[in-house]
């Protein structure tokens, strides 16, 4: 086991090639004040945990053919020190993180206990 939460956030985050540490800044406070939790407030507010997995198969594009594409995705170079960024920009805010291993075959149990699923662009 990497990385465990109770109630909380799981946090499947894709980085593009336009992503910078500003948008890790701000993806940050997104994630951690969103009101997502129950009695519309957010993990900062109920100090929840916050599992953050880094997820380049979020910018998969299967429009043509049956063969989907990342290119939108960036290249896990650029991508891993993003990643790494948003964490310890929400570690800075107070927020209670764990984290997956990045460019590692992993298995992501989630119970998820309502309707908020949601996927951010920022």
């Known amino acids: 086991m990497v990385g465990s939460i109770g109630e909380g956030l799981l946090v499947l985050l894709g980085v593009t090639h336009t992503d910078t540490p500003a948008v890790a800044e701000t993806m940050a406070?997104?994630?951690h004040e969103l009101r997502l939790l129950p009695g519309e407030k957010?993990?900062?507010d109920l100090g929840a945990g916050i599992l953050v997995v880094s997820q380049f198969t979020?910018?998969?594009d299967a429009r043509k053919g049956r063969?989907?594409?990342?290119s939108a995705a960036a290249?896990?170079?650029?991508a891993?020190?993003?990643v790494t960024a948003?964490?310890?920009a929400l570690r800075?805010?107070?927020a209670k993180v764990e984290t997956g291993r990045f460019r590692t075959h992993m298995l992501v149990e989630s119970v998820n206990a309502g309707p908020n699923t949601l996927i951010l662009d920022l």
Not at 67 to 70: G, L, M, S, V
Not at 75 to 78: Q, V
């Open 92 to 94: 800075e805010r107070g």
């Open 58 to 60: 979020l910018y998969g």
């Open 75 to 78: 290249p896990a170079e650029a």
């Open 67 to 70: 063969r989907p594409t990342w």
């Open 42 to 44: 957010s993990a900062a």
């Open 80 to 82: 891993e020190p993003l």
């Open 29 to 31: 406070r997104k994630i």
């Open 86 to 88: 948003v964490v310890e």
